[in-house]
């Protein structure tokens, strides 16, 4: 008896391709392989039809039994960015954070009331905040910093350290006060309000 043979025919999606992509002839119980390759920065979501199995970028079709099609879809790559904070400070966004391929997220980093950003790691590099202080970065404020065309995984962390103690020395001459006086000691980079009193007359 003639052998049967059978059309399998690939079809692809925007984004990838999937060859060979003309229909190929498969001998009854034959299995094709097909080649599915995405674009730069987009990934394969799905390979289905014809009973088959992807493994890595190859797609072999079960044993023909009947003309049948294989469909390839992509999608854009997203990767995974580590987000996470030392103590007496927050980042945001936090925690694991999924971005699109090529994409630019920004990461703030908030300090507590009383501590500053010491730094910033970006898979371990230093990127921030740089001291000396630069006009509108004084202690206390946040930081943000921008990871720019992210196309791979990455970590970010804050850390967070107490700000410096100033001490101003309050005095008063006759006839009022000021307070409090004397030494007076204080985290940097807050306010600190002093009540000057004069006396009657």
């Not at 992807?54 to 039994?65: N, V």
Request: charged content about 10%; glycine content about 10%.
């Amino acid at each position: 008896a003639p052998v049967r043979v059978h059309a399998i025919a690939a079809t692809a999606g925007t984004s990838g391709s999937i060859s060979p992509s003309t229909p190929e002839s498969a001998s009854w119980g034959a299995s094709i392989p097909f080649t599915v390759d995405p674009e730069p920065g987009y990934r394969i979501e799905s390979v289905t039809g014809c009973e088959g199995t992807l493994t890595g970028t190859t797609y072999t079709t079960g044993p023909a039994t009947a003309d049948c099609t294989v469909t390839a879809t992509f999608a854009l790559q997203t990767y995974t960015i580590a987000a996470t904070a030392g103590s007496h400070g927050s980042i945001a966004p936090s925690g694991e954070v999924v971005v699109a391929h090529g994409s630019s997220p920004s990461f703030t980093s908030t300090p507590e009331p009383g501590y500053h950003v010491e730094a910033v790691l970006v898979d371990g590099a230093f990127v921030g905040p740089y001291r000396p202080m630069v006009i509108g970065l004084p202690l206390g404020d946040p930081f943000t910093y921008t990871l720019s065309n992210v196309t791979a995984p990455h970590t970010i962390s804050a850390s967070f350290a107490p700000n410096p103690s100033v001490t101003i020395t309050a005095t008063s001459g006759a006839n009022g006060s000021i307070n409090p006086s004397g030494q007076v000691t204080f985290l940097g980079e807050t306010d600190k309000t002093f009540t000057i009193a004069p006396n009657p007359g």
